[in-house]
């Protein structure tokens, strides 16, 4: 019996401590994640002339590093076009995915990098009016890819405010240039 208990002994001192610990994983039991949502104001050039676009965006915070979310936003200022014929005023709107890399961002100061998978809708309709004029033509709808940069400051554990730059492609910014 002594034998015995002694095998026994030497055997579970022998078995390495890595087999008892937990299995590395590529998602951990630990993983932090979270969620956020908030208003947006962007100014961006609309047909030559700064215009302001109003939306918003939110997400799942995975790992305090990576957001999963989406986005929308509309324009509210008031842009003309003339086409030589007459003259038209644009509405645009979109909304899509979002994907976002916050780096280190439990720093008082810290990066984003994200961008913006989009489909909206751009109208042409008479100045002071709210019907576009032509409506279901194909060349509203619009895909937009909006990758950007933003310097964020944690004001608090719960609010941070964002100052960055986008580049929005649209392929109604590619249909205009040909």
């Known amino acids: 019996m002594k034998k015995l208990t002694a095998v026994f002994v030497i055997a579970i001192i022998m078995i390495p401590a890595s087999a008892l610990a937990q299995p590395e994983t590529l998602i951990g039991r630990n993983l932090e994640h979270g969620g956020y949502g908030g208003p947006v104001v962007k100014f961006s050039q609309i047909a030559g002339e700064l215009g302001l676009l109003v939306g918003g965006q939110g997400g799942w915070v995975i790992g305090q590093t990576f957001t999963l979310g989406g986005g929308g936003y509309g324009l509210v200022t008031t842009h003309l076009v003339n086409d ?23 720093d008082l100061i810290h990066f984003n990098f994200s961008c913006l998978f989009a489909i909206g809708g751009i109208s042409f309709r008479e100045p002071g009016s709210y019907v576009d004029l032509d409506p279901g033509s194909s060349d509203d709808l619009i895909y937009v890819i909006e990758p950007s940069a933003s310097v964020c400051v944690n004001i608090t554990q719960n609010f941070r405010i964002a100052a960055g730059s986008t580049r929005r492609v649209s392929t109604w910014d590619c249909w205009r240039k040909t």
């Open 84 to 106: 030589g014929i007459a003259e038209y005023e644009i509405g645009l709107g979109y909304g899509g995915l979002l994907l976002e890399y916050l780096r280190q961002p439990d």
